[in-house]
C-alpha cells in the first residue's frame, strides 16, 4: 500500500511540475481584437450607412431588430441620443479607424464610455455575427440616410 501512495505522490508531483513549467513558459496574454471580435469584421468594412444597416437588420433579423428598439426604447431619452450619436459616429469612420476601435473596446473596458449608460447599445450592430452578415449583404439595396427606420412603434 505504501509503494501506491509513493507512486501517487511521486505523479502529483510530476503534474505540478508541468502545471508550473507552463505557466512559466506562457507568453504574454492576448487581449487584441480578432476579425470578428469584439466588432464584427463586416461591420468594419461595410460601405453602408447606419440607417441602411439597421433597415437590412429589420428585414432579415425581425427579432433581433425588435429586441434592440424595444432596449432602446426602455433608456432614458438623453441616453438613447447618446448611443444614437456613437453609433453614427462609428459608421462615419474608415475602416481602419473602425478596426483601431474594436481594438481599443477589446483592450479597455472603460473605452466606450455608451456602454457605461446601456451595456447593449451596439448590440444589433456588433454583438452578433449572424445578424451582421445578414444585413451586411442586402444593407446596399436600401436607402442612404432614411432616419424612418429609428420610429419604432
Not at 36 to 49: L, M, Q
Not at 67 to 77: F, G, V
Request: proline content about 5%; some cysteine; glycine content about 4%.
Amino acid at each position: 500500500m505504501t509503494g501506491l501512495r509513493r507512486r501517487a505522490k511521486l505523479a502529483g508531483m510530476a503534474l505540478s511540475a508541468v502545471a508550473a513549467a507552463s505557466v512559466i513558459t506562457a507568453g504574454p496574454a492576448g487581449a487584441d481584437a480578432s476579425d470578428d471580435y469584439p466588432i464584427p469584421h463586416r461591420i468594419i468594412i461595410t460601405e453602408c450607412d447606419t440607417e441602411q444597416y439597421m433597415a437590412a437588420a429589420r428585414d432579415t433579423s425581425p427579432v433581433y431588430f425588435e429586441r434592440y428598439m424595444i432596449d432602446r426604447s426602455n433608456r432614458p431619452p438623453e441616453v438613447q441620443q447618446l448611443a444614437f450619436d456613437r453609433i453614427h459616429w462609428f459608421f462615419s469612420l474608415d475602416p481602419v479607424a473602425r478596426r483601431q476601435y474594436s481594438e481599443n473596446t477589446a483592450t479597455n473596458v472603460y473605452y466606450e464610455f455608451v456602454a457605461t449608460r446601456w451595456g447593449n447599445w451596439a448590440k444589433l450592430f456588433f454583438n452578433n455575427k449572424g445578424v451582421v452578415a445578414k444585413a451586411t449583404d442586402v444593407c446596399m439595396n436600401y436607402p442612404k440616410g432614411d432616419m424612418s427606420v429609428w420610429n419604432w412603434v
